[in-house]
């Protein structure tokens, strides 16, 4: 993997969400990195590489998304990586919270399709087509 | 031909009508030859003529009675009207008189003869004012339900309640009436004295307020069928309803100058034994002193002294002589009748039975004096027991005021409370039941609320498994039957998915428009936006989509998102059901203080029977499921749920096989106060 390519966390519970996630990012050649919890993810951003997007779910065991994103934000390492916040509860009041802890972006899973997202991503990364 | 049927006619309502009014001009034509000595007339021949005509009009009632359900209404109320007017006049009114009233022959022969011609004349009139009184009421039932709109149903519902009243009033006039002319014939002809005349009034009055109130009750009970019938045709504001208050006003009223009328007679009644009686003992001590002159009694009577066996002709009539022969005191009437007291005594110089005579005139006018006084005291006990009815009346009503207010509060707005009432009594206990019951409902409902929220917030994830898992699937599967199913499949997902975002949204719209989401929002770009959701749809079907916004539409109060999707909807409806190569518009356009937007599609239409369904959860039209078969049937719900959370209103017309125009206006100037109470049921 050459350091210059981008590189994505992945916080989710579900597995195969973040695989399939995986394997279609794949395809446009962006590595996606895994974390099943809160603190795995939280863990995962004390490496030196840091990832170049964060998507982060908000339901998590352990600690949750609006937990690890505040964490994210007060750490001078790692506060000014993009953070989509990628649930499914898109209700007013999460959105909100989620605006008010920095969030970049809030979107929800099941209304986006794979090929969405892959743009999604490309476009936060700013990679052409 | 059926002897059955043969034998009911002759029974029917029409003979046995001719039978009554033959026997009661009997028994008048009776009474007149009794006038002229030519047959006898005394207490026991009238008592028994009553008893004669009750007995004929309670059996013609109960025989009618009993094929109720083949009468008319008009003819219940009819026969109900005069069984009741029989039952007060001859079962209670006339023995009641005679048992108070001082009455001679003569004056019971005219009493007699009114009691007999008055009863079918007057009551006669008022049951057939009464049959054409409900003859609009008769006609409802005789037609199809379907034959009467909304309004006519609402008129007569109306009528419904205010013609029980109608009865009531008309025979309390009647009676009045009646008694006037009565009381008319019986001081002319029968020389009633005032006393007795005020009597036979007050008499009178107990009768017919009574008899009146009776038949109102009546006809209440026997139109209320026919008012459940209207009721279901009416909208429930257009109900004029019966107002508790005034029907306790009504009927305590009633009670009250009853009440105060036999009082009144009791009053009088004694008051005229207590004189009668003092007089007489007077009499017989003043003679039996020899003292005439220095009587007490020379103060208020004219008396004159009669020799027993010297009673002539001249001065008194057949039976009034009579009557001195065998009575030791009491009223008569002289020849020219004029009422006189009289008292027996033994004279006791010369030993002879002697008799007395009083002219009551004026000790009559003593008791008119009083009169005054009497009335002012009667009209004093009337109106304070009428104000004591009303106020404790409107203490009773204000509660149950109160709580109606609470109940349709309710129906406005499902999350309202049920006031408390803090008047201590069944009605706050009745409250307090009712907000329990309110509570438990309201519970319910957010309970289920939430499941549904809850319930479709879980599906989501397995959702976006399945349907990005479909979606890598069909991007590798090779043409042909494997992509074909695969596409079909990813097609049900996301019809669930469909399913799973309108319960949500349904949820949200139900639990009300919260203020942390309204906010002013320009309309036209509001519309602009929802048509570019839509437009990829509408290229891909090749359909000519045409829209006609007008630019400078105002900002409007409301909830951006579930609006957008409303509008988002209606569009999508109108291209998804809409063949290729059709048409599909949109036009918005400011109408005085409202927004009207118009959706129009050249699709497949609505039939008629589907159109009453249209806004119904889950309803889908039979010709929608075979167009489109992923759909849920939970959006036009949605759509109409929303447009009347921001005060809208929404329609369409439609034509199958032509097209439908879906149509929505929105105030403008609705304030956020409004849209607070508008929730959702």
Not at chain 2, 518 to 527: A, G, H, M, Q, Y
Request: proline share 3%; glycine share 6%.
């Amino acid at each position: 993997m050459n350091t210059n390519d981008p590189l994505i966390l992945m916080v989710e519970d579900d597995p195969l969400l973040s695989d399939l996630v995986a394997l279609k990012l794949k395809d446009k050649q962006i590595p996606v990195s895994h974390a099943v919890t809160g603190e795995a993810a939280l863990e995962f951003l004390k490496q030196e590489r840091k990832p170049d997007l964060i998507l982060l779910d908000i339901r998590l065991p352990g600690i949750d998304g609006f937990g690890v994103l505040e964490q994210i934000r007060a750490n001078e390492a790692t506060k000014n990586i993009p953070v989509i916040i990628f649930s499914n509860f898109g209700e007013e009041s999460d959105k909100a919270k989620a605006e008010a802890l920095g969030a970049t972006k809030f979107v929800v899973k099941v209304s986006l399709s794979l090929e969405e997202v892959a743009n999604l991503v490309k476009e936060q990364l700013k990679i052409a087509g | 031909m059926n002897p059955t049927v043969k034998n009911r006619s002759v029974l029917s309502l029409r003979n046995i009508f001719i039978f009554n009014v033959i026997c009661i001009t009997a028994a008048a034509v009776y009474i007149i030859f009794s006038f002229f000595d030519r047959v006898p007339f005394d207490k026991p021949i009238y008592t028994a003529v009553l008893l004669f005509l009750i007995i004929l009009n309670i059996g013609s009632y109960a025989y009618l009675w009993r094929q109720k359900d083949s009468l008319s209404l008009s003819s219940q109320i009819m026969l109900t009207v005069w069984f009741w007017i029989v039952i007060w006049f001859w079962i209670f009114s006339a023995p009641f008189f005679l048992a108070v009233m001082n009455i001679d022959s003569l004056q019971l022969r005219w009493s007699a003869f009114t009691f007999i011609w008055e009863v079918p004349i007057l009551g006669g009139s008022v049951v057939i004012i009464c049959y054409y009184l409900f003859r609009p009421l008769q006609r409802f039932l005789d037609q199809k339900k379907e034959d009467f709109s909304e309004e006519e149903a609402a008129k007569l519902y109306r009528l419904s309640i205010r013609y029980p009243l109608y009865v009531g009033w008309i025979l309390f006039s009647a009676s009045v009436f009646g008694y006037f002319i009565g009381a008319l014939q019986e001081y002319f002809f029968a020389a009633m004295s005032n006393t007795e005349m005020i009597k036979n009034i007050l008499a009178g009055f107990v009768t017919f307020t009574f008899v009146s109130l009776i038949c109102y009750v009546s006809a209440e009970y026997l139109i209320e069928p026919v008012r459940t019938r209207l009721a279901e045709l009416t909208d429930e504001k257009d109900r004029q309803r019966t107002r508790l208050s005034v029907r306790m006003i009504f009927i305590f009223g009633l009670i009250v100058a009853g009440a105060l009328l036999m009082m009144q007679l009791a009053v009088i009644n004694s008051l005229q034994a207590i004189i009668r009686g003092g007089l007489v003992q007077n009499i017989e001590q003043d003679v039996a002193r020899n003292s005439w002159e220095s009587s007490a009694i020379k103060n208020f009577a004219q008396f004159s002294q009669v020799n027993r066996s010297n009673v002539t002709q001249n001065d008194f009539s057949e039976e009034s002589r009579a009557y001195l022969m065998s009575h030791s005191s009491g009223v008569i009437h002289d020849l020219s009748n004029e009422p006189k007291l009289i008292g027996f005594f033994t004279d006791r110089n010369t030993q002879s039975k002697s008799v007395a005579v009083l002219y009551l005139d004026s000790f009559y006018n003593q008791v008119w004096s009083t009169l005054p006084a009497t009335l002012f005291g009667a009209l004093f006990v009337l109106f304070a027991g009428v104000g004591l009815v009303m106020v404790a009346t409107r203490a009773l009503t204000r509660s149950v005021k109160v709580l109606i207010e609470g109940i349709h509060a309710l129906q406005d707005d499902p999350g309202a409370a049920i006031p408390r009432l803090g008047s201590n009594d069944e009605i706050e206990e009745l409250s307090v039941a009712l907000s329990y019951f309110v509570r438990q409902s309201q519970r319910a409902d957010q309970a289920k609320n939430d499941f549904i929220a809850v319930a479709s917030h879980q599906l989501r994830t397995p959702l976006a498994a399945m349907k990005w898992t479909l979606e890598l699937l069909t991007q590798d599967a090779k043409e042909g039957m494997q992509k074909e199913i695969l596409e079909r499949g990813t097609s049900a997902v996301k019809n669930m998915e469909n399913i799973a975002e309108g319960l949500l949204l349904s949820v949200r719209v139900m639990n009300g428009l919260s203020d942390n989401h309204l906010k002013e929002v320009p309309f036209s770009p509001l519309l602009d936006q929802a048509i570019k959701l839509v437009t990829p749809l509408a290229e891909k079907k090749s359909i000519d989509f045409t829209t006609s916004v007008s630019e400078n539409l105002p900002t409007i109060m409301m909830d951006e998102e579930h609006m957008l999707w409303a509008n988002q909807n209606l569009l999508d409806n109108a291209i998804k059901y809409t063949l290729s190569g059709g048409k599909v518009s949109l036009s918005a356009i400011q109408e005085g203080d409202h927004i009207k937007v118009s959706v129009t599609d050249s699709g497949i239409g609505i039939s008629p029977e589907d159109q009453a369904h249209m806004f119904e959860k889950f309803f889908r039209a039979q010709k929608a499921v075979e167009t489109s078969p992923d759909g849920s049937g939970l959006g036009l719900s949605i759509v109409k749920a929303i447009i009347e959370a921001h005060g809208g209103q929404i329609d369409f017309v439609s034509k199958l096989g032509e097209g439908t125009t879906f149509t929505y206006t929105l105030p403008i100037n609705a304030s956020i106060s409004k849209y607070d109470k508008i929730k959702l049921s």
